[in-house]
């Protein structure tokens, strides 16, 4: 296969294939977002376009299947796009632009540049955000969190077990406490992106098997001894590296400790909200990119003589998908607006009344938007035919990308759980 192309046959025109581009894909998503957008938040996501324009033109990204999306994680940090959670004062970054609303504009760009690398950087996130809101100002742990901030490592998290999916607080690995206060962790475990290409990981094990009670927070360097692990092949994400992890007897110093044993559940679910808004977001922009690419074909596609958006099965097809797409990406955007208020009233700790009704709201959302995002993606490819699913596009990244934004964070089934136990609460207070 040529390196300059992203596919092994040309079926879709030339004249169509520019009009694909990039940027006109980020200018349909502008033109649509500008009016609900703040101007911090609608200038923030046009330059974060402007980077990813002039990096694939520069770089001749062509996110074909023989590109490493790892290669672009420096260049990437340098910009600070791998996270704008927090301002990262801690680190002396003190980033301007913010908050989960100033994320979504992050992900939004960076989904619509490359769905699979867009997911990397959120794996990477999900190990960052412990490690911030643990660090104690000790020097090591600062220092994996500049690195994976700054892009200079990437970073994974380690919950999921082979026989623990769901089960996240009844975990088999387990860590035993020595004398000097360093822990030895023996486990396995199982679906964690970016593992193979980490140096970072943070990692939950339990002083008791299945005792979700004792369990504990850990920061590894995975270059320790006692770390082995292997590549879960993912079909529908080819480009991302899925790790089964194997920790055997592997030391864990007292200064990469991040919650002793007893905090472990706590940390666990401190970070549920961000997460799960940050997968909504994920899904949203997976929306916008499928969208772009379906209205675009379908207003120069030409069958029967005319432009095949003209066709009611295609054209009010694509009107509803669109109007569900814009409602959804108004009600993540202004919860994760509430989010950033909250947060900043409180300065990061969110009182647990509130907080509590918040991981419900981020249950609702990450389960609606998961469910349409598989719903939009498949749809547009459907309604472009075999354009829609050969790989000419970025579509059949959205189409796999969908398939697994149900899964991760949490099943349906377990965000079903999550919202049914709220209602019961909501019950209880009456």
């Known amino acids: 296969m040529n390196e300059n192309k992203r596919f092994e046959t040309q079926v879709i025109n030339d004249e169509i294939l520019e009009k694909l581009s990039l940027e006109n894909r980020y200018n349909f998503v502008k033109d649509n977002l500008r009016v609900i957008l703040s101007d911090q938040q609608f200038n923030f996501l046009e330059k974060a376009q402007t980077f990813c324009l002039n990096y694939e033109s520069k770089n001749k990204i062509t996110h074909g299947p023989d590109e490493d999306i790892y290669d672009w994680v420096p260049d990437f940090g340098k910009e600070g796009y791998i996270t704008r959670q927090t301002p990262y004062e801690c680190i002396d970054l003190n980033y301007e632009d913010y908050g989960i609303a100033i994320e979504f504009m992050r992900i939004l760009a960076l989904d619509n540049f490359d769905p699979q690398f867009a997911m990397s950087t959120g794996a990477t996130v999900i ?16 220092e994996a969190l500049k690195e994976l901030v700054t892009g200079q490592e990437v970073g994974c998290l380690l919950i999921t077990e082979p026989e623990r999916g769901s089960d996240a607080v009844h975990q088999q690995t387990t860590c035993e406490e020595q004398e000097d206060g360093s822990f030895l962790l023996n486990g396995t ?16 094990a339990t002083a008791e098997e299945s005792n979700g009670n004792v369990m504990a927070q850990f920061l590894i360097n995975t ?61 949203i922009s997976a929306c916008w990119g499928a969208l772009a690419h379906a209205v675009i074909y379908a207003n120069m596609r030409r069958q029967f003589e005319k432009e095949i958006l003209l066709f009611q099965g295609v054209g009010f097809s694509l009107a509803d998908l669109w109007a569900k797409t814009t409602g959804m990406t108004h009600g993540v955007l202004k919860f994760a607006e509430i989010y950033d208020e909250k947060n900043e009233k409180y300065k990061g700790q969110i009182p647990d009344h509130i907080s509590q009704s918040m991981v419900s709201s981020a249950s609702q959302y990450k389960y609606n938007c998961a469910s349409l995002a598989k719903e939009v993606c498949f749809e547009t490819a459907n ?12 579509m059949y990244d959205y189409i796999g990308v969908s398939r697994i934004l149900e899964v991760v964070g949490g099943t349906k089934q377990v965000q079903q759980l999550i919202m049914s136990r709220s209602l019961r609460k909501m019950f209880r207070a009456l």
């Open 127 to 142: 190990c960052i955000n412990p490690i911030y809101a643990h660090h104690e100002n000790v020097p090591v742990r600062l």
């Open 223 to 283: 270059s320790w001894p006692g770390w082995t692990i292997e590549r879960v092949n993912i079909p529908w994400t080819p480009k991302l590296f899925i790790g089964k992890e194997y920790l055997e007897n592997l030391r864990v110093p007292k200064e990469y400790v991040l919650g002793g044993v007893g905090k472990g559940r706590e940390h666990l679910f401190e970070g549920l909200i961000p997460e799960r808004i940050a997968i909504a977001v994920r899904c």
């Open 189 to 204: 475990k199982i679906f964690n992106t970016n593992a193979p290409k980490s140096k970072w990981a943070v990692s939950y």
């Open 383 to 394: 309604l472009m035919g075999g354009a829609g699913v050969c790989d000419n596009t970025l």
